[in-house]
């Protein structure tokens, strides 16, 4: 039987930090707040497009694995913050990196996109469709946040991370997944202004609205995520107390607790970066696990659970049995270009770039068209 086992990782963090006390500078919020109801403490904001960070990222892993871009037969790009929607921003990381044999597609699953591209470039290599895959997790949701609204700007940053998964005859990679979609509660989690639907309607495209109800998504993500681990446990025929390190999509520290609980696993089990980089929606998960890695939490031949959910809301729970090797082959020198500014005056930037959607007429006759989908 063929495996795809993740052989290369890397991630690229923009280097301007946007803190609690930042948002507080022009937000009814203050850090008290969001590390109570979050644990978060600080998020990234890029000076560079997604497609940069990404390249960053995929250098890295590429290295790690010790693999050419020209060996590379698929790159999978996981977002919803896409730069562009044509062409494809997974053809535009290909050309960036030479990989000319490549086939290339972007994911969007919104916050699980890297997890739905790790379970499709499994299934690929797999099947004999593929033998080197590029796996990447990022986002630039900076650019299209309504910085206006407390209860989403708060929670969000940016960053990238990428995985090279390459075929072996060893059980190793994903030995276990599980994935699920509540579309019911698909308008739980929305921005408006970003999509077809506004383009060419006199709403100036990326100008967003977010329509969000936390409390629904936080109990959700709980009880999805939660079951999604009992069952690729049981699947795989292992217990929790099996489990080396978990690595949750980290949206909220409360709720990471909650599933942890819920999958009967300690909080010492679990690896966190919530802190830090807060929801970097598909970055959030690869990032971490590379940080996971980076610290030796993850053992060769150790399993690795990573549960995650997203706006969908999409879910997925995969149990990875990691091969021998836990450090890289190589290290690339691939590196962002300085950034000359603060998080909080590219923030300030975005915000005195946009005119408020509700603004504009034709965007009120959108929220009206939308609400009777
Ligand atoms: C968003 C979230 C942190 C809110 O936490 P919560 O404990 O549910 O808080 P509530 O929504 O009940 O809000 C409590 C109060 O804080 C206020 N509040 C919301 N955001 C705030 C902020 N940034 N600063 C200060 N107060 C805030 C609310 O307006 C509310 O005030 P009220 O009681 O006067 O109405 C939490 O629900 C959550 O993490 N949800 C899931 C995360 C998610 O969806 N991520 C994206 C998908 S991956």
């Known amino acids: 039987m063929t495996y795809a086992a993740l052989t290369g990782w890397g991630k690229c963090l923009p280097p301007a930090v946007l803190t609690n006390q930042d948002l507080a500078t022009f937000l009814p919020t203050d ?20 497609l940069e960070l990404s390249t960053v990222a995929a250098k890295r892993a590429l290295a790690c694995a010790g693999l050419d871009a020209s060996e590379l037969d698929f790159i999978i790009y996981g977002s919803c913050s896409f730069d562009e929607h044509v ?23 919104a916050c699980t996109s890297f997890l739905y591209g790790m379970s499709t470039a499994t299934a ?13 997790g990022v986002e630039h949701i900076s650019k299209f946040m309504d910085w206006s609204n407390r209860n989403v700007a708060v929670l969000f940053g940016d960053g990238a991370a990428a995985a090279v998964f390459q075929a072996t005859d060893k059980p190793e990679g994903v030995i276990a997944q599980k994935l699920q979609c509540y579309a019911d509660a698909r308008q739980t989690l929305r921005v408006r202004g970003k999509g077809a639907l506004y383009s060419n309607t006199g709403v100036w495209y990326g100008d967003t609205r977010w329509d969000f109800d936390g409390q629904e998504i936080f109990k959700k993500a709980v009880t999805g995520m939660g079951d999604a681990c009992v069952d690729v446990l049981k699947q795989a025929g292992v217990t929790i107390d099996d489990i080396d390190v978990i690595v949750p999509h980290q949206a909220n520290l409360r709720i990471i607790e909650a599933v942890a609980k819920r999958a009967g696993a300690s909080m010492d089990k679990v690896f966190l970066t919530v802190h830090k980089y807060g929801n970097m929606s598909a970055a959030t998960a690869p990032v971490a696990l590379v940080e996971a890695l980076e610290a030796g939490r993850v053992k060769p031949g150790g399993l690795v659970l990573i549960p995650a959910f997203g706006a969908g809301l999409t879910l997925s729970a995969h149990l990875i049995r990691w091969g021998d090797r836990v450090t890289p082959i190589a290290t690339s020198d ?24 509700e603004r504009s007429e034709r965007g009120l006759m959108d929220v009206k068209f939308i609400e009777a989908l």
Not at 124 to 136: D, E, R, Y
Not at 334 to 356: F, I
């Open 87 to 109: 062409p494809n921003t997974a053809s535009g990381l290909q050309a960036k990196l030479g990989a000319h044999k490549a086939a290339a597609m972007d994911v969007n699953t």
């Open 31 to 50: 850090d008290d707040w969001i590390v109570q109801r979050t644990g978060m403490k600080e998020r990234r904001i890029s000076h560079v497009a997604g």
């Open 124 to 136: 690929f290599i797999q099947s004999g469709v593929a033998k080197n895959v590029l796996v990447i």
């Open 334 to 357: 691939a590196e962002l270009p300085p950034c000359e500014k603060t998080g909080l005056q590219m923030v300030q930037e975005l915000m005195a770039t946009k005119t408020p959607y």
